[in-house]
Nanobody, 125 residues
Framework: QLQLVESGGGLVQPGGSLRLSCTAA????????IGWFRQAPGQEREGVSC????????NYRYSVEGRFTISRDDGKNTFYLQMNSLEPDDTAVYYC??????????????????WGQGIQVTVSS
């Protein structure tokens, strides 16, 4: 069965950190685009960060650049989103995504074939 399984969300105070993980089952992440998206209530799903299918290009949403870092562990077929200096506006359901080819710009939802189940991240005092 082809799927992505997320973990690591939760409640954190402003200024805190969380790390999200996404593990692929049934297919390899090698050679495809991987990314993180988020959706707040009443808003469109938006791209947060991604690694292009060429493996070397990363994209970040402007509002998270310098605070969030995407990384991967090919040996575990897993990728991560390290989120530091979290702000209340980061509150959303976060989705990981994989599959598809995007050599440079990879923050488009239409690029991705597979999606995680979504995980809640809440930033609040």
């Amino acid at each position: 069965q082809l799927q992505l399984v997320e973990s690591g969300g939760g409640l954190v105070q402003p200024g805190g950190s969380l790390r999200l993980s996404c593990t692929a089952a049934g297919f390899t992440l090698d050679g495809v685009a991987i990314g993180w998206f988020r959706q707040a209530p009443g808003q469109e799903r938006e791209g947060v960060s991604c690694i292009a299918s060429n493996g070397g290009t990363t994209n970040y949403r402007y509002s998270v650049e310098g605070r969030f870092t995407i990384s991967r562990d090919d040996g575990k077929n897993t990728f991560y989103l390290q989120m530091n200096s979290l702000e209340p506006d980061d509150t959303a359901v976060y989705y990981c995504a994989a599959g598809g080819i995007a050599d440079y710009f990879c923050l488009s939802k239409e690029t991705y074939a597979y999606w995680g189940q979504g995980i809640q991240v809440t930033v609040s005092s």
